[in-house]
């Protein structure tokens, strides 16, 4: 039943338990007789995974901060650097009444893994994507939260001045002729690609930011390895003071915080 290639094997015995219910004896000692349609799926899969599908958008979940989301083509796999983000999120003294913006919101995740665990807080997910807020949508009534609000916009612009205490943003941040793009070529190229070397969105957000932040406000980026130096620098140039770089588990720059005062 298992193909050559070791790492569609191990992936294939993931999909197998979690879509088709079979057990280790089944899968390894053949004692279970599949239909047509549960080898077509396997059929599928393998042909999915030779042309180097995702696995989550496969079975259209993924996991993220503890908790299982919807995912498909519409909005990017996130990465478990992301859960770093976060965790600093849900890691100040957050009071009651506060707003947080989740800027380029894609599936939710970070949104709503910032409201579930802060229900006294609002926190709104932006994106300019329909098609991803769609998906969003599906993981807010998954997860049955009351405090989580979906808007569409182009960034900040219907943003209401000084109405944010937090904003939080992985906006896209590889440029164009990136390598790396080569290995993401099933997700979403919007949400991936910025102008400007990767740096346009993190200049538009940061603009924009300095009006819709209230005065003791702060605002989180996730960024590129190696791109602190140049995102700290947007950060200078805009007035924001109090810049902190925090690094990953790989000890890479990986998300910048400041703030207006």
């Known amino acids: 039943m298992l193909p050559n290639d070791s790492g569609i094997s191990k992936e294939l015995i993931f999909f197998l338990k979690d879509r088709l219910g079979l057990s280790d004896t ?3 000692l053949d004692e279970y007789n599949l239909s047509n349609k549960e080898e077509n799926l396997i059929k599928e899969f393998i042909d999915l995974k030779s042309q180097g599908f995702p696995l989550d958008y496969i079975l259209q979940n993924t996991s993220f901060y503890k908790d299982d989301f919807y995912v498909d083509r519409r909005v990017l796999v996130p990465r478990p650097e992301t859960e770093l983000l976060v965790d600093y999120i849900n890691g100040l003294n957050l009071k009651a009444g506060m707003k947080i913006l989740d800027a380029g919101t894609g599936s939710g995740c970070i949104g709503i893994s ?26 807010k009534k998954n997860k049955l939260l009351d405090n989580f609000y979906l808007i569409n916009s182009d960034w900040l612009n219907c943003i209401q001045e000084r109405s944010i205490n937090i904003l939080v943003s992985n906006p896209p941040y590889i440029a164009p002729s990136d390598p790396h793009l080569e290995n993401l070529k099933y997700e979403p190229i919007k949400a991936l690609v910025a102008g400007d070397n990767g740096l346009k969105d993190f200049k538009t957000i940061t603009k924009q930011a300095k009006n819709v932040l ?43 915080t400041a703030r207006l005062a």
Do not use: C, W
């Open 114 to 139: 910032i409201a579930k665990y802060n229900p006294s807080i609002t926190v709104y997910g932006i994106d300019y994507s329909l098609d991803a807020l769609e998906v969003a949508q599906i993981n």
């Open 26 to 28: 089944s899968i390894f």
């Open 214 to 256: 209230s005065s003791d406000g702060i605002l989180v980026f996730e960024h590129g390895y190696n791109q602190s130096m140049n995102v700290e620098n947007i950060l200078i140039a805009s007035g924001f003071k109090n810049i902190y770089l925090m690094k990953d588990h790989q000890s890479q720059p990986r998300i910048t």
